[in-house]
């Protein structure tokens, strides 16, 4: 027995041994790199208010007579401050010199709005940073910091080349700590987030915490191949999920802004959804797969290009597109000017187009509304639908289509039809009047998925009903 139990124990410390023996060792990467990695830290200054509530900085303060700093001020305490008296607002990140002459990445969330921007390197050098540039859109800054003594400076590596699975490796300032080092795997790559739709963020689980924001994300071979930047919380803590910016991505913001002070990007010009099961048996598709063009903006590069409402968008530039999310990234990134060749599905047909990619404009935000059913619609569908005007048609942009007035128990309102929608197609046929969509309505198919186009809040989208 005892010589089992002694081959066993020996099997079983072989055995880890030669996991351990598997298992990366981080030291030389951390020692290599750490120096070119930051810490940064920022300062707001506090804003005193009048008896409106207007904002003056200290300094526009100082410049006015005694009796009006006292009045702006407000009476002072004994320690020589003002009751409820704002005090300057810190925070901190993290960084990472990208060129020997001082260029450094971080986030723009972590400088935004400060009045005072302080990078301090590993061996304790403090130096002030300007802000060469900052992105809102991939939540990018770059600063420049300068000094008599040689910079540190990371190894950029490509993005494109990581797998689910890989290695991965951050260094940063969670919560304060300078230089603390954590692990992990990349969980998946592409992942789109509902706050933005031009970074195919990288998903990992590293240990991600406040203050490790623009930090570095390492692969094994000591290369950056991410900006970490986000976390998924309940809690506001670390929970397992974090996501970092492509460097590929974040390199060319980093140029763009380096040598233009602004960023341009790929930009046709509709607006898209997903391509869920009921939409692909409407439209043909063995397959839920690629983005739908629910609407396509007047003299947008689409428009210009071929693109109408109703294409479903399969590839782009050889590419497939699987999910909605991700085609506006492959858009964003194509230079503007560029023929892009956009291979769509219309009419059960697969057509090949070549579109000239234009620049991203600013963009507007629109609300959708949901409301509850009223009572029973006395038309086809359970809908009551009524003509638009000439200012409703050219306030809306659209050609035709009839107002949805009343919408009843049913097919539609499961369907996501709403009061004051505009319905421009039913059964990819175009509605142009009342009397068009009563003729199309009575002589649907039963038994099958139908789309239907509306125009909501100026925002056009498909829906499904199923007669």
Known sequence: MSMAFLLFFSTLMLVQVAQARNLPDFTELVEENSAAVVNISTTQEARSRNSRGLPFDERQLEQLPDIFQDFFRGPQSPFGQSPGQAQPRRSMGSGFIVSEDGYVLTNNHVIEGADEIIVRLSDRRELPATVIGADPRTDMAVLKIEDDDALPVVRIGRSANLKPGEWVLAIGSPFGFDYTVTAGIVSAVGRSLPTENYVPFIQTDVA????????????????????????????????????????????????????????????????????????????????????????????????????????????????????????????????????????????????????????????????????????????????????????????????????????????????????????????????????????????????????VRIVRDGRASYLVIKP
């Open 208 to 451: 991600i915490n406040p203050g490790n924001s623009g930090g570095p994300l390492f692969n094994l071979d000591g290369e950056v191949v991410g900006i970490n930047s986000q976390i998924y919380t309940r809690s506001g803590g670390f929970m397992g999920v974090s996501f970092a910016i492509p460097i590929d991505d974040a390199m060319s913001v980093f140029r763009q802004l380096r040598d233009d002070g602004r960023v341009s990007r790929g930009w046709l010009g509709v607006l898209i959804q997903e391509v869920n099961r009921d939409l692909a048996e409407s439209f043909g598709l063995s397959r839920p797969h690629g983005a739908l063009i629910a609407e396509v903006m007047p003299g947008s590069p689409a428009e210009k290009g071929g693109l109408q409402s109703g294409d479903i968008v399969l590839s782009y530039e050889g590419e497939p597109i699987n999910l909605s999310s991700d085609l506006p990234p492959k858009v964003g990134r194509t230079t503007v000017g560029e023929q892009a060749r956009i291979t769509v599905m219309r009419e059960g047909r697969e057509r090949t187009l070549n579109v000239e990619i234009g620049r991203l404009p600013e963009e507007d935000d629109s609300v959708s509304t949901s409301e509850q059913p009223s009572s029973p619609g006395t038309g086809p569908l359970g809908l009551r639908v009524e003509p638009l005007s000439e200012d409703m048609l050219e306030n809306l942009g659209v050609s035709g289509g009839v107002l949805v007035a009343e919408v009843g128990r049913g097919t539609a309102f499961e369907a996501g039809v709403r009061s004051n929608d505009v319905i421009t197609e039913l059964n990819r046929e175009p509605v142009r009047s009342v009397e068009d969509f009563r003729k199309i309505a009575n002589n649907l198919p039963t038994g099958r998925a139908i789309p």
